[in-house]
């Protein structure tokens, strides 16, 4: 590697990414002491109005910045974990995932969830969402929404809706904290597998870079999102499935939650596992097989309303 010319760190341009991969940057320099160059990329999820599932999934997001790191045009990029696929991509290492950012889900509006008025309309384009907020609030309006953090905000300021939820820690990268009415803990809405944490890929043959990138990687970050996403992995789910998973290491034991919510929140399966932070996808694998056991296909099966 040219030890002169700045490592060029591809992220897609919206506010949030860009915050994301600003902070890493930081952080890289800092403990490597090479200069990280900002390289913007467009993809298709962010030009298109079409629904996500429609043009593909987040992957949409994910392969634009892959094909970068492919091509040489960037080093190294910097993803949301919980918008990666579980398919392990041909010819890219995760060199690195940071230490985790705050994992809940958070209700932005003007009241808590309890608090707001019967039939309040809140938007949200995650099926885990809907389903867990239907289970929290029967009576509420679910709201299909895209785009943005900034806006899916604005439509709370506009009263096109009366809440929104969103990730905390994207909240937190975008500045808009002060709009948060509630965060939810994991006993009342379970996070998808990984949020809050980031993804450091480059192209697997780059050794060089892939002990570079190590510096900024928190192995307790690594070891829970691994658990998640494992069981993710076996339900054979991606970020548009009604799956929670959270996982966190106390006193050097991994404790992994994760759950399946039936579209219309009648039903849920929510199981616990602790184990040793080393057997973490086995931890992960046996999980999803309980959660299987107890009808976890049948559960995410129950839809009542168009899959997104
Ligand atoms: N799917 C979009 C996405 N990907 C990552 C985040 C938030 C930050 C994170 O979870 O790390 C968001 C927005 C949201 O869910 O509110």
Known sequence: MNERAPLRLGTRRSLMAMSQSGLVADA?????????????????????????????????FVNALRDRLLSGEVDFAVHSLKDLPTTPPEGIALAAT???????DALCGPAKLADLPRGARIGTGSPRRVAQLRALRPDLEIVPIRGNADTRLRKVGSGELDAVVLAYAGLRRIGRLDEVAEVFEPDQMLPAPGQGALALECRA?????????AAVDDPATRTAVTAERTVLAVLEAGCSAPVGAYAAEVEQKLHLTASVVAHDGSRQIRLSASGSPERAEELGRELAARLLDRGADQVMGERDIEPR
């Open 98 to 104: 940071p230490r985790r950012d705050d994992p809940r």
């Open 28 to 60: 890289l320099s800092q403990r490597t002491g090479h200069a990280v160059e900002l390289v913007g990329v467009t993809t298709e999820g962010d030009v298109s109005r079409a629904l996500l599932a429609q043009i593909g999934g987040t992957g949409v």
């Open 205 to 213: 043959d780059r050794a060089d870079l892939r002990e570079l990138l």
